[in-house]
């Protein structure tokens, strides 16, 4: 089994190269310290299991669809500190795979890489509590949806945006804008389609991700319901 490892720390790279040699099974054929270098060694070794720290300096989130654009066929695992709930949804959308946290016991980070390398999700028990805590659903990610092309919202649904995430409904927002309730459904539809969520959530996650509401009042909000 083909391994990657990619992150600026060489600490880090050493104590992963030391756990996967130990179990056996796993031939490291790369380390990258930056995403450039990443993108070479996958160039050269082929499809293989990437464990990044994409938090760590010299990579970003933008290299993970960088890769896949260039081979399909890599699997990425993230390995990182603590991240936000946000920050994970992220990560997943842009084409990682798995995700398990750097203070994750060793047999868990082992069994991480075995089921990446086998195509199949894996998450450790800190990152589904910070998912969960969150009242992200997994399932409900939709992943084929991740471009790298930017955003691009006119003014119109970034004002249809805030109305949602302030609870009002398609109704309310149509009689507020003075535009029929079909044309909210589609404007409703066209903003979910670019933000590529699949839900009300998916929208006010975005909303108070990029300031257009206050969390704090999102949450005043949805106390007094």
Not at 5 to 17: E, F, H, T
Not at 26 to 50: M, P, R, S, T, Y
Request: charge should be negative; hydrophobic fraction near 45%; aromatic fraction near 6%.
């Amino acid at each position: 089994m083909h391994v990657i490892l990619a992150d600026s720390n060489d600490l880090v790279r050493v104590g992963l190269r030391t756990i996967l040699n130990s179990h056996g099974g796993f031939k490291i054929v790369g380390e990258a310290h930056d995403k450039e270098e990443l993108l070479e060694q996958v160039k050269n070794f082929g499809a293989a299991v990437v464990l990044i720290d994409y938090t760590s300096p010299g990579f970003n989130i933008d290299i993970i669809p960088k890769v896949l654009s260039q081979n399909k066929h890599v699997k990425f695992l993230a390995i990182t500190p603590e991240q936000s709930a946000q920050t994970l949804v992220d990560a997943l959308r842009s084409g990682v795979i798995s995700y398990v946290k750097k203070d994750c016991d060793l047999a868990e980070i082992i069994n991480a890489v075995e089921e990446t390398s086998l195509g199949n999700k894996f998450f450790c028990g800190q990152i589904l509590e910070t998912i969960q805590r969150a009242s992200i659903d997994v399932n409900d990610i939709d992943f084929d949806s991740f471009t790298c092309e930017p955003i691009i919202l006119s003014e119109r649904e970034n004002e249809i945006i805030i109305l949602i995430a302030e609870g009002l409904t398609n109704g309310q927002i149509a009689e507020h804008l003075f535009l029929s309730n079909h044309t909210i459904n589609t404007h409703r539809k066209n903003i979910m389609a670019k933000l590529g969520v699949k839900n009300t959530a998916g929208i006010v996650m975005y909303a108070v991700k990029t300031d257009l509401v206050s969390p704090n009042k999102f949450l005043f909000a949805a106390d007094s319901n």
